[in-house]
């Protein structure tokens, strides 16, 4: 799968809207691109996910540029419980065993 | 709906004791199974992965093995822990086919002594 680059930390004001960017230059025409989050003592969790068009869904939107080379992970209004690490990944259709490969993510502090 | 366990919670072993971690998911048939390790402040590193009963595939070498005796239960071993094996072990599965999201288990925190 291609690589993905985010910035390591970000913050943000509860009740804010949060624009989470990734990176992915290298991205084929069949990659999807997915976020999920992890809180902190917890499994990751799914966020949302996308190929061309935007998305939106109960969690967030995800907007992606018309060259694909990257895309921003949008939180309509920051909450103390969103305050996570948030991983944007590449994965190919023909991922054999639907693996994910998970980067380092980002940071989100969300300040009161 | 499906849901996934997985058991202990947390963990304190010494180094050369052995380890079985146990994850089973309901709700769901023929799920691929996960097995990942993240060290502290680090990202999740996946260890293994199955597409079905008795077939393991091992992403890292490692002190560590897998099995999954029934579709629904994957099971993270070693006959010998080493300092190195601490960490948050995860589970998680997805359907098969298409391109349908993992869903992970609450993890188990080992530690070793």
């Known amino acids: 799968d291609a690589k993905t680059t985010q910035p390591n930390s970000m913050e943000s004001n509860e009740e804010e809207p949060v624009h989470l960017p990734c990176n992915h230059s290298?991205?084929?025409?069949?990659?999807?691109i997915h976020w999920y989050r992890q809180l902190p003592s917890q499994g990751p969790e799914y966020v949302i996910h996308?190929?061309?068009s935007n998305v939106n869904n109960r969690m967030a939107s995800l907007a992606i540029a018309e060259d694909r080379k990257s895309s921003t992970l949008i939180l309509h209004r920051a909450t103390l419980r969103d305050a996570a690490v948030y991983y944007c990944?590449?994965?190919?259709?023909?991922?054999?065993?639907?693996?994910?490969?998970f980067g380092g993510g980002t940071r989100l502090m969300v300040k009161p | 709906s499906q849901t996934i366990h997985q058991w202990p919670a947390t963990l304190v072993q010494p180094v050369g004791s052995p380890l079985s971690l146990e994850c089973t998911v309901e709700?769901?048939?023929?799920?691929?199974l996960y097995w990942y390790r993240q060290a502290a402040g680090r990202g999740l590193q996946l260890l293994f992965y199955?597409?079905?009963?008795?077939?393991i595939s091992s992403e890292v070498p490692q002190n560590l093995s897998a099995s999954r005796p029934q579709d629904r239960q994957f099971i993270l071993s070693s006959k010998k822990l080493l300092l190195s094996d601490s960490g948050f072990y995860l589970c998680?599965?997805?359907?098969?086919?298409?391109?349908?999201?993992?869903?992970f288990g609450d993890g188990t925190r080992l530690s070793i002594l």
């Open positions: 998680a599965w997805v359907e098969q086919g298409g391109n349908q999201p993992q869903h």
């Open positions: 290298t991205i084929s025409g069949t990659d999807y």
């Open positions: 996308g190929l061309t």
């Open positions: 990944i590449l994965r190919a259709p023909n991922n054999a065993g639907n693996m994910l490969t």
């Open positions: 709700g769901t048939s023929n799920p691929n």
């Open positions: 199955s597409v079905g009963i008795g077939q």
